[in-house]
C-alpha cells in the first residue's frame, strides 16, 4: 500500500490542495476525486464530520490517515485549525467549458474581471456555488485554482464550473456589467442566461469587457460611499437575481 506522504509528494504538482475539513467536506460533497487526505486527529475529525456532516462521514473514514503535526506542516503553507488537508483531482477543463456554453442556462455565469485578490475570488465562488450560479469566470492573470482562492471558497469550486477565459472567449448570453453609470439594477429583472460582469477592486471594468456588455448596471449606494467590496456586490446582484 502506497504510504499517503508519498502519494502527496507525487501528486502536489497537479493537484487541487483542500485545506481544512470544510474545503474536504464540500469537495466530496460535490463528487471531487480525493485520492489522499490527511489529518493530525483522526477522531476528533470524524467526530466533527458526524455533527456537521453525517452525509460525508463514511467517505471520510475510508479516506482520512492521521499524521503528526510536523509532516503535516510541510504539507500546506498555513496550517488549518482543524488538522485536515487533502489533494483533489482539478476538474477537466473541456468539461467546465461544456458546462459554460451550454444553453439554455437556468442560472446566471459570474464573470470577474481582471480580479486581483485572491481572497475576494474565492468569497465569490462561495457564493456562486451557494446560488447555484452555472460558473464563475475570471479574466486576467488570477488563477482561480489557486490554493488561496481554493481556501476562499472553501471547496465549492467542486459545486460550480470555475475557469480563467479571456473576454472574447466568454459564453454568449446577454452580458450585465456592474458600472456606477449603469441604470438601477433594481429596475431590471436579470434573466436566467445572464452573464454578470464585475470589475476589478481597484479598476473596475476593462475597457474590452465594457465593449462587450449589453447592459451596464449599478447597485444602490449612499452618496459618498465609494464602493462595495467585490465578493459583497456579487452577492446583492445573485439575490437580486434569485429574488420572484
Known amino acids: ?42 477522531e476528533a475529525t470524524l ?43 482539478r476538474p477537466f477543463r473541456e468539461a467546465n467549458l461544456r458546462v459554460l456554453a451550454r444553453v439554455p442556462r437556468t442560472a446566471p455565469i459570474v464573470v470577474l474581471d481582471e480580479p486581483r485578490n485572491l481572497g475576494n475570488a474565492g468569497a465569490v465562488i462561495r457564493l456562486a456555488a451557494g446560488f447555484g450560479a452555472t460558473g464563475v469566470i475570471t479574466t486576467g492573470t488570477l488563477d482561480p485554482w489557486h490554493p488561496t482562492v481554493v481556501r476562499g471558497g472553501a471547496g465549492l469550486h467542486f459545486a460550480t464550473a470555475v475557469e480563467r477565459l ?16 449603469g441604470e438601477d439594477v433594481r429596475g431590471t429583472k436579470l434573466p436566467d442566461d445572464a452573464i454578470l460582469a464585475f470589475g476589478s477592486e481597484r479598476t473596475g471594468l476593462s ?15 449612499r452618496p459618498q460611499v465609494s464602493s462595495y467590496n467585490l465578493a459583497t456586490s456579487v452577492a446583492m446582484t445573485l439575490f437580486h437575481w434569485s429574488a420572484p
Open 1 to 42: 500500500m502506497t504510504d499517503p506522504l508519498d502519494r502527496w509528494a507525487q501528486l502536489a504538482g497537479s493537484a487541487v490542495l483542500l485545506d481544512g475539513f470544510h474545503a474536504l467536506k464540500h469537495a466530496l460533497r460535490f463528487g471531487a476525486e480525493v485520492p489522499v487526505a490527511v489529518t493530525t486527529d483522526r
Open 47 to 89: 467526530a466533527l464530520a458526524a455533527d456537521l456532516a453525517p452525509d460525508v462521514r463514511d467517505a471520510l473514514a475510508a479516506l482520512l490517515t492521521e499524521v503528526t503535526a510536523e509532516p503535516y506542516a510541510k504539507l500546506v503553507a498555513r496550517p488549518h485549525p482543524t488538522g485536515v488537508a487533502a489533494l483533489a483531482v
Open 166 to 181: 479571456t473576454v472574447a472567449e466568454l459564453p454568449q448570453g446577454p452580458l450585465f456589467a456592474l458600472d456606477p453609470e
Open 207 to 221: 475597457p474590452e469587457l465594457r465593449a462587450r456588455a449589453d447592459h451596464l448596471l449599478r447597485l444602490p449606494m
